[in-house]
């Protein structure tokens, strides 16, 4: 009898100490810090980068993950902002200890983190696109004509270079020194983005809507998209981004800015959640489809897939 008591009492022990660490090593806690990239798009509230991804830093750090936001020109070409994030990366990898990080890029952030990836495989353990046009976004193509062109003068044009074109201006007037909307545009057309796949780890980004590789040069690669514009009846900037939708004249599936086979970049967790491009980062201010499963949780349960995967 004795002996079963204390028998209990070491397996409740042994118990409590897994328990314990199992607690410690917590459902984000990924090996590699992540780091968070924003991407060109910016309403005033959200242009500072520490609000840009609302309460996912939180959610990822409550879990155990080590969480950094970086800021990049928010107006500049991949290869520009991607030469800051280096820069960042490098300053993280001394800050933290870590030799890896896991790069999460929301929009053209996306596109920044591959250029990083690209040029330094050995410091990224993945690239995680999130509302990225890898295949460029229809939006900017016809921004691009319009502005090839030398005005925009048809009406439609017109609406949707305002719900987009403006946002660029505006930034651009933002103080950044370097800004310059012409390269930024041009990083984002179809165009623009045959070349940089050329580049930079193209073999991670599919032809059309299919599959691509999911690891290139040691860096794993994922991505998810969204496909639905208005879906929060609150959210002011919806309307916005119903604008830019009416850019996908072939009723191509988008999330107002990027069609849904664009988001496609590695192992593709899915390209068509009920969200549009700004409730991909938990925009407005947490205004997001009551419908689908929110963004907060998407960036725990992917932390946990990175975990999972030794990240
Ligand atoms: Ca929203």
């Known amino acids: 009898m004795y002996r079963n008591t204390s028998l209990r009492a070491v397996?409740?022990?042994?118990?409590?100490?897994?328990?314990?660490?199992?607690?410690?090593?917590?459902?984000?806690?990924?090996?590699?810090?992540?780091?968070?990239?924003?991407?060109?798009?910016?309403?005033?509230?959200?242009?500072?980068?520490?609000?840009?991804?609302?309460?996912?830093?939180?959610?990822?750090?409550?879990?155990?993950?080590?969480?950094?936001?970086?800021?990049?020109?928010?107006v500049q070409s991949n290869e520009v902002r991607g030469e800051q994030l280096a820069q960042q990366v490098e300053d993280i990898?001394?800050?933290?200890?870590?030799?890896?990080?896991?790069?999460?890029?929301?929009?053209q952030g996306g596109l920044t983190a591959r250029y990083v990836a690209a040029t330094r495989p050995q410091l990224v353990a993945s690239v995680t696109s999130v509302g990225t046009p890898n295949q460029g976004s229809t939006v900017a193509d016809v921004i691009r004509a319009?502005?090839?062109?030398?005005?925009?003068?048809?009406?439609?044009?017109?609406?949707?270079?305002?719900g987009f074109g403006n946002l660029i201006n505006v930034l651009s007037g933002g103080g950044w020194s370097g800004a310059d909307s012409v390269a930024a545009l041009d990083s984002?057309?179809?165009?623009?983005?045959?070349?940089?796949?050329?580049?930079?780890?193209?073999?991670?980004?599919?032809?059309?809507?299919?599959?691509?590789a999911h690891m290139v040069d040691g860096v794993r690669y994922f991505s998810w998209g969204g496909t639905s514009v208005l879906t929060n009846v609150l959210d002011p900037s919806d309307a916005a981004l119903g604008l830019t939708s009416l850019?996908?004249?072939?009723?191509?599936?988008?999330?107002?800015?990027?069609?849904?086979?664009s988001s496609r970049l590695g192992y593709v967790i899915r390209d068509d959640y009920r969200?549009?491009?700004?409730?991909?980062?938990?925009?407005?201010?947490?205004?997001?489809?009551?419908?689908?499963?929110?963004?907060?949780?998407?960036?725990?349960?992917?932390?946990?897939?990175?975990?999972?995967?030794?990240?």
């Open 146 to 162: 319009g502005l090839r062109e030398g005005g925009i003068s048809e009406s439609v044009v017109s609406s949707i270079a305002n």
């Open 188 to 212: 984002l057309t179809t165009a623009g983005l045959e070349d940089f796949n050329s580049r930079y780890h193209g073999a991670a980004v599919p032809s059309g809507c299919g599959n691509a």
């Open 11 to 74: 397996a409740a022990a042994l118990l409590l100490l897994l328990a314990s660490q199992v607690a410690h090593a917590g459902y984000t806690a990924t090996r590699y810090p992540i780091v968070l990239v924003h991407g060109l798009l910016g309403f005033d509230s959200i242009a500072g980068a520490i609000n840009y991804w609302y309460r996912i830093p939180a959610e990822l750090e409550r879990g155990g993950a080590d969480v950094y936001v970086v800021k990049v020109d928010p």
């Open 93 to 107: 990898l001394a800050i933290s200890g870590a030799d890896r990080v896991n790069l999460i890029g929301h929009s």
């Open 247 to 261: 850019a996908f004249v072939f009723d191509e599936r988008n999330d107002g800015l990027v069609g849904r086979c």
């Open 275 to 311: 969200m549009n491009h700004l409730d991909l980062v938990n925009q407005t201010f947490g205004l997001v489809s009551p419908f689908e499963v929110k963004p907060t949780t998407l960036y725990r349960q992917h932390a946990n897939r990175l975990q999972q995967a030794g990240f």
